[in-house]
T-cell receptor, first 115, second 116 residues
Framework: DTAVSQTPKYLVTQMGNDKSIKCEQN?????MYWYKQDSKKFLKIMFS???????INETVPNRFSPKSPDKAHLNLHINSLELGDSAVYFC??????????????FGQGTRLTVV | AQKITQTQPGMFVQEKEAVTLDCTYD???????LFWYKQPSSGEMIFLIY????DQQNATEGRYSLNFQKARKSANLVISASQLGDSAMYFC?????WGGGNKLTFGTGTQLKVEL
């Protein structure tokens, strides 16, 4: 049973379109994240939610809107896609605030290509 | 300033040899955790090992060990008896105490290639 699953795995879309990436975790974790991995493999935090509440928003354009309907789900909606949004987007989860030594579990990533 | 620095963009090692991947970190928080992840060419992020700032002993996990030198703020990953399957990108990451928002901050990674 997959711990953190995100869909789709691949997404190819045209500039200007709106798309969503879904993420679900079955680990009972309180904290979920979105990371962006660029073409140089650098991983940067975008958002973090704890129990459905936004706790980190790292200067991400407001075309990106995360939504957490419950603590097991964190979806990412992107409006008006641009070429520079092409990247691999990772969803991750960890137990929550205070569990500093707990590793984050990652989904398999969504490779977004904007053409 | 970079929170996590990995100065080796690429490393080569012969099969069955040991290899050390460097990681230095910067924090003023007394409570933090240090993590290593492996990303093979298939793209998934695989957790390898962690070290807490208050841990007295270096962490070990099978062929992986973490050489933690707190005064030097370094947390190098040592892989013993390298295997071809160890060829991957390796990331060092840090989670800071209460002020970090629980996020993991990653270094730029080291691409390791294991050769016959």
């Amino acid at each position: 049973d997959t711990a953190v699953s995100q869909t789709p795995k691949y997404l190819v879309t045209q500039m200007g379109n709106d798309k969503s990436i879904k993420c679900e975790q079955n680990l009972g974790h309180d904290t979920m994240y979105w990371y962006k991995q660029d073409s140089k493999k650098f991983l940067k935090i975008m958002f973090s939610y704890n129990n459905k509440e936004l706790i980190i928003n790292e200067t991400v354009p407001n075309r990106f809107s995360p939504k957490s309907p419950d603590k097991a789900h964190l979806n990412l909606h992107i409006n008006s896609l641009e070429l520079g949004d092409s990247a691999v987007y990772f969803c991750a989860s960890s137990p929550g605030q205070g569990a500093m030594l707990a590793e984050a579990f990652f989904g398999q990533g969504t490779r977004l290509t904007v053409v | 300033a970079q929170k996590i620095t990995q100065t080796q963009p690429g490393m080569f090692v012969q099969e069955k040899e040991a290899v050390t991947l460097d990681c230095t970190y910067d924090t003023s928080d007394p409570s933090y955790g240090l993590f290593w992840y492996k990303q093979p060419s298939s793209g998934e992020m695989i957790f390898l090992i962690y070290q807490g700032s208050y841990d007295q002993q270096n962490a070990t996990e099978g062929r992986y060990s973490l050489n933690f030198q707190k005064a030097r703020k370094s947390a190098n990953l040592v892989i013993s008896a390298s295997q071809l399957g160890d060829s991957a990108m390796y990331f060092c990451a840090m989670r800071e105490g209460w002020g970090g928002g629980n996020k993991l901050t990653f270094g730029t990674g080291t691409q390791l290639k294991v050769e016959l």
